[in-house]
T-cell receptor
Framework: LAKTTQPISMDSYEGQEVNITCSHN???????ITWYQQFPSQGPRFIIQ???TKVTNEVASLFIPADRKSSTLSLPRVSLSDTAVYYC?????????FGAGTTVTVRA | GAVVSQHPSWVICKSGTSVKIECRSL??????MFWYRQFPKQSLMLMAT?????????EQGVEKDKFLINHASLTLSTLTVTSAHPEDSSFYIC??????????FGEGSRLTVL
């Protein structure tokens, strides 16, 4: 499983866009990139998944450059309820290895 | 989306007793489920892979006799913490996937051993 590196924490304000970049230099050819969100005392929740280029859903966008050695999760117009830990994972099977994650704190 | 449910959501027990945590996939069948533990302000650590109809696969450093896993049906996996001690107090989370690519997690079960 590829190892990932993310910033430990990020601060933002309501209404701003938050971009979290994850490095995964050793990503394998068949690895997908998946992002999860976790609130305290809850299980992680799937946000978005991608393989290359750009993926967008109703809550986020995922940007993946051509070399796939990094990816950026973009959260548009965050609110206080987006305060959580965000995990970037890579892997082509269901055995995902969690890194430290990024704690995003949104302030009013 | 798919739903994975855990029970109980929290449990308090005395040291030396055993505690069972259930993980159910409510609207899909899962031949494989995963168990994690998470200490405060730390990331999830994969403990074991639960396989329906066969033995679980444990990660390095996880005692199989301490953390008994049973995956008796395609919708239920159980984790039993045997002879629990205060250091076993943690947040235990399970996950499963109905198809390739998206993993769904349970709500988690907080175990406190007194």
């Amino acid at each position: 499983l590829a190892k990932t590196t993310q910033p430990i924490s990020m601060d933002s304000y309501e209404g701003q866009e938050v971009n979290i970049t994850c490095s995964h230099n050793n990503i394998a050819t068949n690895d997908y990139i998946t992002w999860y969100q976790q609130f305290p005392s809850q299980g992680p929740r799937f946000i978005i998944q991608g393989y290359k280029t750009k993926v967008t859903n109703e809550v986020a966008s995922l940007f993946i450059p051509a070399d796939r050695k990094s990816s950026t999760l973009s959260l548009p117009r965050v609110s206080l309820s987006d305060t959580a830990v965000y995990y970037c994972l890579v892997g082509d099977d269901y055995k995902l290895s969690f890194g430290a994650g990024t704690t995003v704190t949104v302030r009013a | 989306g798919a739903v994975v449910s855990q029970h109980p959501s929290w449990v308090i027990c005395k040291s030396g007793t055993s505690v069972k945590i259930e993980c159910r996939s409510l609207d899909f069948q899962a031949t494989t489920m995963f168990w994690y533990r998470q200490f405060p302000k730390q990331s999830l650590m994969l403990m074991a892979t639960s396989n329906e109809g066969s033995k679980a696969t444990y990660e390095q450093g996880v005692e199989k006799d301490k953390f008994l896993i049973n995956h008796a049906s395609l919708t239920l996996s159980t984790l039993t913490v045997t002879s629990a001690h205060p250091e076993d107090s943690s947040f235990y989370i399970c996950s499963a996937s109905p198809e390739a690519g998206e993993l769904f997690f349970g709500e988690g079960s907080r175990l406190t051993v007194l």
